[in-house]
Structures are given as C-alpha cells and as structure tokens.
C-alpha cells in the first residue's frame, strides 16, 4: 500500500517510487482506477543504480489527489508491459 501520511517525502509531498530494472528512458507508467480510468501517465524516468525510478505522489494529471483505494499502474517499456497493483490510503 501507499499510506499517504507516512511514505516517502519530497519537498512535504508524500510520493510512491516505482523501480525498474530497465534503464530505457523512453519507459512509461500509467496509472488507472478500479474502473481502468486513465489517472495519469508517468513519464521522463529518473536513472538510479542502473534502474529507472518514477516517482508518483498520488495525484492525477490534473492535480488533485486520488481517492483512496486500488490502483492499476502499468510500466510501459519497448513494447512490452508490466502491471502491478496499489491499493492508496490516508487523507
């Protein structure tokens, strides 16, 4: 889970850090509802350790915060995908 009150913390902004293997920087991940409602897509991945990071803090593309609940997010890289789920809570 992503609890939103205690997970990690940027510049007073909670976020959720997705790690992968790949080192492509052209990789993606979109993030949908219960419903598979596009969220938001995370793009421009950030290299650490020979992985790339994105790094989410639980808002949609238009800025606001999620409601909490269960999440798709789909890491989109040269072609193939990979789906992991995330259940948000906290206010």
């Keep these: 889970p992503f609890l939103r009150n205690t997970h990690n913390n940027i ?3 909670r976020h959720v850090r997705f790690v992968s293997d790949s080192q492509n920087l ?3 991940i979109d993030i949908f509802d219960f419903s598979m409602d596009k969220i938001i897509t995370l793009d421009a991945p950030i290299i650490t350790n020979n992985q790339i990071e994105f790094i989410w803090n639980g808002s949609s593309e238009f800025g606001s ?3 909490n609940g269960v999440y798709f997010c789909r890491l989109n890289d040269s072609g193939e995908s990979k789906w992991v789920k995330l259940a948000v809570l906290g206010d």
């Design 65 to 67: 915060k999620v409601n």
């Design 11 to 13: 510049n007073n902004e």
């Design 26 to 28: 052209s990789a993606s």
